[in-house]
């Protein structure tokens, strides 16, 4: 091969690799692609009997930023708590494999709450919250891609979850979805689940609060956070999550919008009591 057309080849590949960097840059640049890739966690060989075990809990856990891997902290689990992902269980271990983000989750925190009240003796996490999503995004964009895909495996491997967990709102105060667009949506997410057949509990939490890039007073918004108990209240199958936006202290938010670790805490602590009350 002669060397202008090694040149051409390698200025080709390189501009095709560059289009794909381009494409995909939040997801090499947030850490998301070294934890699907490179993650180096050992999956476990003996899924279908912890799947199968007594008193498990195998919740489904999504939404956007606060649903996910964007809190402080280096929470480390003291039980048995694992993390399905992609077809595999591995032992739970922040961040968490699914969701998006660099740091740590209020899953794990939960999940060691439940087992230490008695009320599990295992936990299996399917967490793929994406942060910055809207409820349209889950309910008719790439994040419902993102669940549809999640719901495939578990089909595929034959997982039942016993819980669903969702904690949204922040973006759609920003984007001033009004309240039927907003019930609207997320029933038909909530109808994308049922219609797989799962049928587990479906805790919706009260969520807006967001202090940027909106006129809310306390950037909180009512016609969300309505839409949100609304469904609450037609839907048999769908519970109350904790209140979020009460959470809004400077020493719960290290950024007045995540939370740090004293917030995960009190964040995991509400939803222990909320799954109490449901048991």
């Known amino acids: 091969m002669n060397k202008p057309l090694k040149i051409i080849i390698i200025l080709v590949?390189?501009?095709?690799?560059?289009i794909l960097a381009e494409r995909n840059k939040e997801y090499l640049i947030d850490g998301q692609f070294i934890r699907d890739h490179w993650h180096?966690?050992?999956?476990?060989?003996n899924k279908d009997e912890?799947?199968?075990?007594k008193d498990v809990m195998i919740c489904l856990a999504f939404g956007q930023s606060n649903a996910g891997d964007y809190g402080e902290g280096d929470y480390v689990c003291r039980h048995d708590v694992y993390n399905y992902y992609k077809g595999d269980l591995y032992r739970a271990k922040e961040p968490l494999l699914g969701p998006d983000g660099s740091g740590n989750s209020v899953w794990t925190r939960v999940s060691d709450m439940l087992i230490d009240s008695g009320l599990y003796k295992k936990v299996i996490i399917i967490p793929i919250a994406v942060g910055g999503t809207s409820v349209k995004c889950w309910s008719d964009g790439d994040c419902r891609i993102k669940l549809e895909k999640t719901l495939d495996y578990l089909q595929k491997d034959h997982i039942p979850l016993t819980h669903i967990f969702w904690d949204q709102g922040e973006t759609d105060n920003v984007d001033k979805t009004t309240k039927l667009q907003y019930k609207e949506r997320l029933k038909k997410v909530i109808k994308i689940i049922r219609?797989?057949?799962?049928?587990?509990?479906?805790?919706?939490s009260i969520t807006s609060y967001f202090p940027y890039n909106n006129d809310n007073p306390m950037g909180i918004n009512p016609i969300i956070t309505s839409a949100q108990n609304e469904v609450i209240n037609e839907m048999s199958d769908v519970k109350h999550g904790p209140n979020t936006d009460s959470l809004n202290l400077a020493y719960y938010r290290y950024n007045m919008v995540h939370f740090t670790d004293k917030g995960l805490n009190?964040?995991?602590y509400e939803w222990f009591k909320k799954i109490k009350e449901n048991k």
Request: charged letters at 30%; aromatic letters at 14%.
């Open 13 to 18: 590949i390189g501009g095709v690799l560059g």
């Open 40 to 45: 180096f966690r050992k999956v476990l060989d």
């Open 50 to 53: 912890l799947v199968k075990s």
């Open 195 to 204: 219609d797989r057949k799962f049928d587990a509990p479906f805790f919706a």
């Open 266 to 268: 009190k964040l995991a």
